[in-house]
């Protein structure tokens, strides 16, 4: 099994950046599609972006189109989530997940990481 670690979230002002960065360690990277989760206090768990194995398709909710970039290096084994342009309804706690062979968008992922929280003031 895959472990990840996310790291990069923190408080930033509406209009502000942040990049979130999943560190995989355990198995072959490679084999792995990545997404990034998020969950705010009494919502459900809804997914943000995903990326393929070789990182030339990425997948994105609404919500973050033309706002959010997902990427992977496969050397480094680290998934990343820039995030753009940021509003207040983007805060919650952002999950990386990994999965076998493709991505979906229901959070039927095979590892999880333990979520790095993400606080966007107005």
């Known amino acids: 099994q895959v472990q990840l670690v996310e790291s990069g979230g923190g408080l930033v002002q509406a209009g502000g950046s942040l990049r979130l960065s999943c560190a995989a360690s355990g198995r072959t990277f490679s084999n792995y599609a990545m997404a990034w989760f998020r969950q705010a206090p009494g919502n459900e768990r809804e997914f943000v972006a995903g990326?393929?194995?070789?990182?030339?398709?990425?997948y994105y909710a609404d919500s973050a189109k033309g706002r959010f970039t997902i990427s992977r290096d496969n050397d480094k084994n680290t998934c990343y989530l820039q995030m753009n342009s940021l509003k207040p309804e983007d805060t919650a706690v952002y999950f990386c997940?990994?999965?076998?062979?493709?991505?979906?968008?229901?959070?039927?992922?095979?590892?999880w990481g333990q979520g790095t929280q993400v606080t966007v003031s107005s």
């Open positions: 997940a990994a999965r076998k062979i493709a991505v979906i968008t229901t959070p039927q992922y095979d590892a």
């Open positions: 990326i393929n194995l070789s990182g030339r398709i990425t």
